[in-house]
C-alpha cells in the first residue's frame, strides 16, 4: 500500500516569504496527486491536481502554485506569501487499479502566515 | 469539483447510540462514494467506500448508497467516544465540508 510523506509538519513564516512544501509518494507507480488546503474548521479545498510529471491542473487562482518533478515528488510553492495563505495543506494520491478513485491523504503540513 | 452536501451538524449523540451522517451529491454520473474520518489536527483517514445501491457493513459502520435519489449515508452504532471527529463525505475526488459528531460519555 502507498505511503506518503510530507514536510515540513509544521512551518511559521511571515508574510510575504516564499514558500515551498514537499509531497513524495512510496509504494505506487504513477499516481494522481493532489494539494488540498484546509483553513481552520473549514472543509477541504482542492488547489492542484496533477496525472502525471509536468502536468498541473490548478483549481483555485491565486498567488501558489504546484511542480510535479518526479513521478511521485509533488511541491506546493510561493513566491510571497498571503495571511490568507495559513492552513493546513494536505497531499493526497490515488491508486491505480479497482480502487483508483480513491483518495489516501498524507499527514499535513500546517502552515502560520504572520 | 463536483458538488457534495453534507448535513451541517454538529452532531451530539450520547455514548452507545447510533449517529446517522446524511451526503447528498449532484453528479448523477458519480460511480464511488466514499466516508472519511478526521480528528482534530490530523489528516483525513478513509474508513469506507461504497459502489454499489444497498447497504455495506463494517464493523460498527454501515453505509447506504441510493443512486436513483443521489443519497449516501454513513450509520455508526453503538457510538463511542472514539468516534468523535469530522466525517467526510466524498465521490470522484470532491469533498463535502464535513459533519462534526461528538459523543457524549
Known amino acids: 500500500s502507498q505511503t506518503i510523506h510530507q514536510w515540513p509538519a509544521t512551518l511559521v513564516q511571515p508574510v510575504g516569504s516564499p514558500l515551498s512544501l514537499e509531497c513524495t509518494v512510496e509504494g505506487t507507480s504513477n499516481p494522481n496527486l493532489y494539494w488540498y488546503r484546509q483553513a481552520a474548521g473549514r472543509g477541504l479545498q482542492l488547489l492542484f491536481y496533477?496525472?502525471?510529471?509536468?502536468?498541473i491542473s490548478s483549481e483555485v487562482p491565486q498567488n501558489l502554485s504546484a511542480s510535479r518533478p518526479q513521478d511521485r515528488q509533488f511541491i506546493l510553492s510561493s513566491k510571497k506569501l498571503l495571511l490568507s495563505d495559513s492552513g493546513f495543506y494536505l497531499c493526497a494520491c490515488t491508486t491505480v487499479g479497482f480502487e483508483q478513485e480513491t483518495q489516501y491523504f498524507g499527514p499535513g503540513t500546517r502552515l502560520l502566515v504572520l | 469539483q463536483k458538488e457534495v452536501e453534507q448535513n451541517s451538524g454538529p452532531l451530539s449523540v450520547p455514548e452507545g447510540a447510533i449517529a446517522s451522517l446524511n451526503c447528498t451529491y449532484s453528479d448523477r454520473g458519480s460511480q464511488s462514494f466514499f466516508w472519511y474520518r478526521q480528528y482534530s489536527g490530523k489528516s483525513p483517514e478513509l474508513i469506507m467506500f461504497?459502489?454499489?445501491?444497498g447497504d455495506k457493513e463494517d464493523g460498527r459502520f454501515t453505509a447506504q448508497l441510493n443512486k436513483a435519489s443521489q443519497y449516501v449515508s454513513l450509520l455508526i452504532r453503538d457510538s463511542q467516544p472514539s468516534d468523535s471527529a469530522t466525517y467526510l463525505c466524498a465521490t470522484g475526488g470532491g469533498f463535502g465540508a464535513g459533519t462534526t459528531v461528538t459523543v457524549r460519555a
Open positions: 496533477s496525472v502525471g510529471i509536468g502536468q
Open positions: 461504497i459502489y454499489s445501491n
